[in-house]
Each structure stands twice: as C-alpha cells, then as structure tokens.
C-alpha cells in the first residue's frame, strides 16, 4: 500500500517535471534570439506557393534589387528580412503578420498583394504601432475609413488604375461594356473604378469566386450573349493567363475587344505568350519610362533575373527605398517613429515613378499611362507606354480618411 | 481514469497551464501566449466534440460549425457596433443550441456514416452561408476592432486577462463533460454506443438523450467559437470548414477517445507538434501526415491512454 | 435559349468530371466500407502526372496515356500498403489515416513539382470551337463530355456484363458472403482500389488543361463527390452516374440563373457572391434531405443493409 503510494507520487512527479520541461522546451523552440536594435528587421508577407507564387517572387526580387542597390544597409544598419508565404489566404497572413510582430519583432513589414490579406492583417499592423508599407494592395477602405498613421502605400489605390481605363474607353468612343472580375476586396474596387469613368452603358457584371474558380466557360457564354462592345477584366497572376486562353478557345478573341488591368504583365505574359499581343491596359508604372531610377531598376533587374520586372516589382523596390529614407531620416534610431512618419510623408526618395507624392491618407498621388503589350527587339514580350492617361491623380477615399498633416 | 494517478496528471496539467503567461512574461516570448491561447480555445472545442463522439459514437464531420455560428454572432454584433458580451456570448449560446437542437432532430435519425455525412452538410450549409454574406465580408472574413466587453469588470484586450479567462471557461467545461459522462444521462449516452438496442429494450428513450448531449456539446463548441473570435479578432468562413472539424477529430482521436483528459492533451500536442515541426522544416506535413497514418494503424486508444498504461 | 443550352452543357460536363471521381468513391465505400478523404489526393496527383508526362513527351495524348498508368499503379500500391491494413478498424480510423495521407500527398506534391503548380497546355486540336446545332462550344469540353460518357459506358459493360462486375456486385451487397464463398477477397479489393484511383487520376487529368494543377485541388471536389454518392446511393455506380449529373447542373445552371435572379433585389457584387453560396447550399439540403428521408441514396446498390 505504502510501496503504490510512493509510486503514484513519483509518477506524478515525473509526469509534473516532464509537462514544465516539455513547455519549457516548446518555449525555447519559439524564441527569438536577443537582439539590440543593431539591424533593421523587416517582415515580408507575400504569396509564395500556389499559381500564383510568381507574383510574390517578383515582388521579393523587386524588394531585394533595392536592397542590393542600397548595399543592405539602411542608415548605417544592416537589414534582416523575414518572409512569410500567405498562401493568399487572408486568415494565413494574418498568422504570419501577428507571427513576424510577435516572435520576430519587426521594424517594418511589406509586401501584401492581395487586398483582402492587407484588410485582415492590418490591424495587427496597427495595434502593435508597427509602419506597414503596402507593395500592393490598396484597398479602398484603407485609404478611406481605415486610414493609419502606421500605414503607407507604396503603389496606388485599387480605384484609379481602372478609373484610368474608364478614361481611355470614353477616349475610344466605346459605347457599352460587360465587366467580369473576381468576387473579393480588389475585384469589386476595380469594377467600381471602371465604372466610375466611363460614360457609357455597363450591359453586364459578373463577379467569379475567388480565388478557387479558374473556369470561366459560365461567365464567357453571357458574354457572347450580351454582345458588348468591349470587355473589362481584372484577373491577376495564373486566373489572367487561363482567362485568356478561354477568352480565345470561345472564339471571342477576333469579336470582342479586350481591356484588363493587372492581368497582362510580366508576370503572366510568359503563360499568355502572343495571344496578348496588342492588349490594351493601364497602369502606374511601365518598362520604358524615362527616369534614371526606373532605367536602373530595369536593367540591373534583367541583369540578374533575365526576365523583365513587372509593375509588381517595381511597387516593392520604391517600398524598399520609402523605408529607407524613413531609416536615414532618424540615423538609425528606429524609437523615432513620429520622426520616421514625418520623413516619409515627405516622399523625398529615388523611386521609379519619377514624380512621387503623398495624398492625406498615406496614398500616391501620380500619374497613369496606357500601356500596350509589344515585343522588344529582342523578341521579348514587354509593355510599352501609349499616352499619359491622368497626371497627378489623386484617390477618391481621402475624404473619409480623418488623418491631417 | 478515477486513480489518484489521474488527479496527479490533473493538477500537473492545470499548473502548467497556469503558468504559460508567467513563462511568457518572464521569457519575453509573446508568441506563447498566442500559442497557448489558441490550444486552450480548441480544447473547448475538442471536449465538446469528445463528449458526443467519444462517450455517444456519435462522428461528426461538421462540429466546427458551432465555432463559426459562435464566432460569427460575436464579429456580425461587433460590426453594428453592439459589443457587450453580456448580450453576444448568450445570444451566441442559444443560437448553437437552436441549430443543434433542429440538426440533431434530423441527424440522429442516421447512423454511422451516414451521421458523418448529414453533419457534414448541415456544417457545408452554414459555411456557405458565411461565404454569401458580401456585407459581412464573405469570404475576404470581417475584422472584429473591439473585443467584447464585459462591463468594465474585465479587460479581453488584455492578453493575460483573456487567456484566464479562456482557461476558466476549459476547466468548466472539463469539469462539466466529466460529471455529465458519468451521470446516468451519461450511462445512458455511453450504452447507446455500445447497443442501442439494448438501451432502448430497457425502455430508455435514447433518441432523446443523444439529441440532449448533442445540444449540449454543440453549446460548448459555441462558446469556443466565441472566444477564438475575440483571440484572433477576425472571423471567416474558413472557421467552419470541414477540414477543420476534420482537424477537431484528430485532436480527439489522438488525445484518448472517451476520456476526460484526452481532448485536451490531444489539442495540445496537435498544435504544439505543429508549431514545433513547422519550425523545423518547410515540408512537416508529411512527416506529420505520416504520424496520422501510423497512428491510425496502431492506435490503441490515444496519448491518454498511454498515460494510463504507466500504472501497469 | 441558346445559353441555357451552353449552361446545361457546362453543368453536364461538370457532372461527368464528378462522374469520373464519384465512381470510385462509392465502390471503395459500398464494397470495403472505407471512408477515402484521400480520394482528392489521387485527383491531384493524376493531374501532376498529366502535365508532367505530357511536357517531357510533348504530347498529350501520349501524356494522359502515362498519367493514367501511374495513377493506377499509384492506386495499387496505396491500397497495399496503408489501405489494406484499414479495413477492420472503424470508421474513426479511416478519418484519420486519409486525412494524414491528404496532409502526406500535399506536401509531397510540393517537394517532388515545386510550390508553384503546373499548367497542361492543350494540344490545337482541342483548342477549337464546335458548333453544335448552331450552339458555339468549346472542343476540349466536348471531348470531357465525350470520355465521361465512355466512362461510364464501360463500366455499365464492366458492372453489369463481367465476372468482376458480378464480384462487385455481389460484394456491395453483401461482403461476407462473397469472402465466404472463397473468392480471392484481397485480389478483388486491391482491383477496386485501383480502378478507383484510375478514375480519380483521369478525372484530375481532364480537369487540368481547365483548372491549374496544384497542391490541395482535391479538397473542394472532393467534398462534392461525397455528396454525389450520397445522392446516389452508397456502392452503386449508376446512382453516382445520375447523381453527378444532378449536381453538376444544378451547381452550374445554379451559379449563372440565381445571379441573375438575385440581382432584382441585391446589388451585383452581392448577387455574385450570394449566388454561388446559394446554388452550393442547394446541393447540400439535397443531400440532406436524401438522408432523412431515403439514407440509402436514391439509386441504391441492391440487397443493401446499413
């Protein structure tokens, strides 16, 4: 009796010690080295497995062209970057956002491609006081009612890009439209930008679940059906390509002119090949502007990836040289965050726009080309730069943005 | 397990439970307490779900429905500015139970895999649902930017705070799922498991008996959802997917099918091997996956069941 | 008029894909009792072999070919090595071994083919446009529709007309007694597995050149596929036949009509994000309501006791 006891009391001890030990050790697995404020860390939050991993491994290609640029070094700092794959899932790039502020502690955090992540990753973003930097989505209510004084855009607002293209569709006297976009935050910022411009009658809408459904036979018989003038598409990353090839194997191609934004780019071309040739689009950034920075950018980009960037890219290599300048600005001091902010609403940093300003709500004001998909001399597919559409354009949402400075 | 082994195991439990925020604080390691956080939340979940499919047989491949109608009552409220728990968490409650009580009333009429099935399409429906709702985010999920409020009497946004009271809420419902297993309602679960017939021979209503523990569990899993929705301030439809009732199941089964402890210890290992390999290798899924395999093959009654064994 | 014949055509062609994959579900599960959440996974893997065979051989046919192969030989070697040792423990046990071998299978395709996934470009002569009695279609959908009928004819041939037809037959109706009777039992499981992962591989294989092949395809069709043997009838090839066919028109015609239908009250974002919800949920109260009301399914295997 005494002997069971003493047994059960040893058992529970070891199994007591065992537990503490196993948490312990968990713990330990958990850990984040020491660190004195010594290097600039900065968390990467992208799509890096799935169809469309492409655009995420642009947009890291892009972040780490700058960084080579700027020696991975900012303000005397040497820069430490950690990347999390969101599997463009918002809830996962949730986890990663809160897992890089948590357990990396990070200075800044970058990338977001897709709206809908940004929109559920934001608040963690905010409440830790940790600068956001946006390469991409620019979601309409971020630059409305959600505005921050922790988060700038690198890129632009959802709406205008597509406002843009309502502009040039008015330009070509195009008469009536169907829209087909994904059923998600950017999808319906985009149909609501074309809308916005164009003045003429919008014959059909059709909204596709995203990001699952790649088959678009449903969505393309109705617009055969419908016979508009011209169609309006917005399908990012592996979903354009397949649009395309749809688009043609319905025999629309030769029938019905096509317009997107962000689905012919230098990301997908290499998918749609020729069938894009002579697609129309537009953008904020194109291959051949004329300034310094973007001239670099895009030579030392093809250098060494021997491929041409896209937009993508381009958005995240200003990402980086934004943060940068915030860096500088406080010699390093990275406590200094009011004076960090301050050094970037200034926007006073080499970016490949050229002309780069910061409206109320921490969004680019710049301008917007039509852009047209060519081949190079060398045979290359690339895009090429038709006419300024808006200059200094600025977003509609700052109004309901109540930051002020 | 009545021995005083298992009391042991018990308060070893609870003590190391107690003190993760300690370690966390002491230790500067944040993420435990998110960690943490999450087990004790699912946990919940887990011990609603072991009650009807470890002691009543009852393999429901739709349970993380209730974690999504309980976590969508909180972040839908919370959208139209109401965010008092005092009004969310019952309303939460008796939601679960409604569904419960009209999909029970339909499902229990199946057994077997077909119960499997029909659970399944109940969860399907709803997670459809969510993902209808445009003005509720649909599938993008909806922020939550206020946690409940409990009057002023409490602070969830404290992370300490919430994380008592999460383990609060687990220690009640451990408490509440033992007491209950071993009541005669309970016997009377437990023996419609084994033969129904003979339940039902005996002249005992088990119909009604099953409904009122699948009630019972689909309440507790609602509380759960509750709370993860204030943890992780966001809701989706992603909550309710069959892959993770899928994923409620295997916390069962690898803690100890039908007993008390099990679903917590199986939630605990579950997600502590998942961070821990995870942080190993990229692809830990298939060692992971593999380990499922193994155990299904060998399995001889879970983690719990293990323990029990060092009294031999 | 004609794009509601286009539509019903869609939604016939979507059904025979979930034909092709409900067929060897329902076999696995009326004749060895198994509960296979891992049937995906061999949806998956079937179109990973299609677009790798059809690169390296530049052809598709040639690709297909291989791929079914491999996923047959893949099917054999699963049911020998895991699957095998599952069938006498319950159900609880199945839901665990092929819910780990969905989470095996998926980072599996990950190291061997790269996270990004693959495409399955089609040859130009699926390309095309048909018409159809003044209906324009696309080729490639007819040649699915095309196989799916094929498929299903064969194993019409196969079921009702052979000695393994007959074997199976008898299996789904009752397993005992055929193992009694001294039919080599093993032999004729590791058969149905294997023609039951065959079927998934062509299934996945068809769906690639339209869907982008990568990691956790399986997962959403799969669950249709449960629901279409359900409707059918658990171990009855026909019953799965009607049944895809049902829910493939429904969740097709569902998709585009209920848009339209809503958009009278809803604005259109919403009437698109609320149909396809909508047209889903339809097909699950169909399956539930099946269950309540006739749990053997509406075309059950005969002599069936559950």
């Keep these: 009796m005494e002997d069971r006891r003493k047994y059960l009391k040893h058992t529970a001890a070891v199994i007591g010690t065992r537990a503490a030990a196993v948490l312990l050790a968990a713990a330990a697995v958990f850990s984040t080295s020491a660190m004195a404020q010594q290097k600039v860390r900065i968390g990467f939050v992208n799509t890096f497995s799935g169809p469309n991993a492409s655009i995420g491994i642009d947009e890291r290609d892009g972040f780490e062209i700058a960084l080579d640029h700027l020696g991975r070094k900012m303000g005397g700092l ?19 956002t809160e897992k890089l502020i948590q357990s990396q502690k990070v200075n800044f955090l970058t990338g977001y491609n897709w709206s809908n992540v940004l929109l559920a990753s934001l608040k963690p973003a905010v409440d830790s006081q940790t600068f956001l930097i946006s390469g991409n989505a620019g979601p309409s209510q971020i630059a409305g009612e959600l505005c921050s004084p922790y988060f700038f855009s690198a890129s632009w607002q959802n709406d205008q890009t597509p406002m843009a293209l309502g502009e040039v569709l008015n330009r070509k006297a195009v008469k009536s439209l169907y829209i087909v976009s994904p059923n998600y935050a950017a999808g319906k910022d985009m149909a609501e930008g074309v809308k916005r411009t164009f003045k003429g009658q919008v014959v059909g809408e059709e909204y596709t679940r995203w990001p699952g459904q790649l088959d678009f036979s449903a969505e393309l018989s109705k617009v055969r059906a419908a016979k508009p003038e011209a169609v309006f598409v917005f399908y990012p990353g592996a979903a354009g390509a397949q649009f395309f090839q749809q688009y043609n194997q319905a025999g629309l191609k030769g029938q019905i002119p096509l317009y997107s934004v962000y689905t012919t780019d230098a990301t997908t071309l290499g998918q749609i090949k ?23 950018f895009v030579s030392d980009f093809r250098k060494k990836h021997k491929r041409y960037p896209s937009y993508y890219s381009a958005q995240h290599y200003d990402a980086a040289m934004l943060i940068n300048s915030a860096v500088v600005a406080v010699k390093g001091d990275l406590s200094k965050k009011d004076a960090m902010r301050d050094a970037m609403r200034k926007a006073d940093f080499p970016n490949t726009r050229g002309t780069f300003k910061f409206n109320s709500n921490h969004f680019p004001v710049q301008n917007f080309y039509l852009q047209e998909v060519v081949k190079d001399t060398e045979g290359n597919l690339t895009m090429k730069t038709v006419e300024t559409v808006f200059t200094g354009h600025k977003d509609l949402f700052s109004g309901k943005c109540s930051m002020t400075w | 397990m009545t021995s005083r082994l298992s009391l042991a195991l018990v308060i070893g439990l609870l003590a190391a439970l107690c003190a993760v925020p300690l370690i966390a604080k002491v230790f500067g390691f944040a993420f435990l307490m998110t960690l943490f956080t999450r087990i004790v939340i699912l946990a919940i979940a887990a011990v609603s779900l072991n009650f009807i499919l470890g002691y009543g047989g009852m393999i429901s ?3 993380a429905v209730y974690i999504g109608i309980g976590g969508y009552t909180v972040g839908i409220l919370a959208y139209h500015g109401i965010h008092s728990a005092f009004v969310q968490w019952p309303l939460a409650l008796l939601l679960c139970a409604l569904f ?16 499997l099935m029909i659970t399944l399409a109940f969860a399907q429906m709803i997670y459809f649902l969510t993902v209808g709702l445009e003005k509720y985010g649909g599938d993008d999920g909806l922020t939550i930017h206020q946690r409940s409020t409990v009057g002023g009497l409490l602070n969830l946004s404290d992370k300490e705070t919430f994380y008592y009271v999460c383990l609060a809420c687990l220690v009640l419902c451990v408490i509440l799922a033992w007491r209950m297993s071993l009541s005669h309602f309970g016997m009377v679960v437990r023996g419609s498991r084994s033969n129904d017939r003979r339940m039902q021979a005996l002249g005992l209503p088990t119909y009604w008996y099953r409904l009122v523990a699948f009630v019972v569990a689909g309440v507790m ?10 943890h992780t301030d966001f809701i989706s439809p992603e909550m309710l997917s069959w892959t993770r009732s899928g994923d409620l199941i295997i916390m069962v089964v690898v803690g100890g099918v039908g007993t008390v402890l099990g679903p917590v210890i199986g939630t605990t290992a579950y997600l502590v091997l998942e961070q821990a390999m995870s942080g190993i290798s990229e692809h830990w899924q298939i060692g992971f996956g593999l380990l499922l395999v193994l155990m299904s093959i060998f399995r001889r009654g879970g983690i719990a069941a293990l323990l029990s064994g060092l009294r031999r | 008029m004609r794009l509601f014949v286009e539509q019903c055509l869609n939604g016939i062609q979507f059904g025979l894909l979930l034909f092709l994959l409900a067929a060897g579900l329902t076999l696995v599960f009326g004749i060895m009792d198994l509960v296979n959440l891992a049937h995906g996974s061999l949806y998956m893997v079937g179109a990973y072999f299609a677009a790798t065979f059809a690169r390296r051989f530049d052809s598709f046919v040639l690709g297909l070919l291989l791929a079914l192969v491999a996923a047959l030989l893949l099917g054999i070697v699963l049911e020998l090595l895991v699957v095998r040792r599952l069938y006498p423990r319950d159900h609880l046990d199945h839901v665990l071994a092929t819910f780990g071998l969905i989470l095996f299978f998926n980072e599996g395709a990950r190291l061997v083919w790269g996270v990004a996934g693959l495409t399955l470009p089609l040859p130009p002569f699926l390309s095309s446009v048909v018409d159809l009695f003044g209906v324009p279609y696309p080729a490639y959908r007819l040649a699915i529709i095309t196989v799916g009928l094929l498929v299903a004819v064969f194993l019409y041939v196969l079921v009702q007309h052979t000695r393994v037809g007959m074997l199976i037959r008898a299996g789904a109706a009752n397993r005992e007694m055929v193992g009694a009777l001294g039919v080599n039992i093993k032999l004729l499981y590791t058969i149905i597995f294997g023609v039951g992962a065959c079927l998934a591989g062509l299934a996945g294989i068809m769906a690639a050149p339209i869907l982008t092949v990568q990691v956790g395809m399986g997962e959403s069709i799969l669950i249709l596929a449960f629901v ?4 059918g009838g658990i171990g009855s090839v026909r019953g799965a036949f009607i049944a895809a066919l049902i829910v493939g028109v429904i969740d097709t015609v569902g998709r585009a009509y209920l848009a339209d239908g809503l958009r009278l009250i809803l604005n259109a974002a919403a009437a698109s994000t609320a149909a396809p919800a909508l047209s889903s949920m339809l097909i699950y109260l169909m399956m539930a309501a099946v269950l309540v009301v006739r749990p053997e399914g509406l075309f059950p295997a005969p002599g069936v006791r559950r």
């Excluded at chain 1, 430490?80 to 463009?88: A, K, L, N, S, T």
């Excluded at chain 1, 953008?283 to 670099?296: A, G, H, I, M, T």
């Excluded at chain 2, 899993?221 to 204030?230: E, P, T």
């Design chain 1, 78 to 96: 040497e820069v430490e970057m950690f990347y999390e794959d969101d599997q463009q899932k918002p809830e996962v790039g949730k986890q990663g």
């Design chain 1, 274 to 296: 020729e069938l894009a040739l002579g697609t129309l689009s537009t953008q904020s950034w194109v291959q051949d502007l004329d300034n310094p920075v973007s001239k670099r």
């Design chain 2, 61 to 63: 491949l739709g349970h």
């Design chain 2, 100 to 115: 419960a009580f009209i999909t029970g009333l339909l499902s229990l009429r199946t057994r077997g895999v077909y119960f």
């Design chain 2, 221 to 230: 899993c609602g509380l759960a959802g509750v709370l993860l929705a204030n």
């Design chain 3, 228 to 231: 279409v043997i359900v409707i």
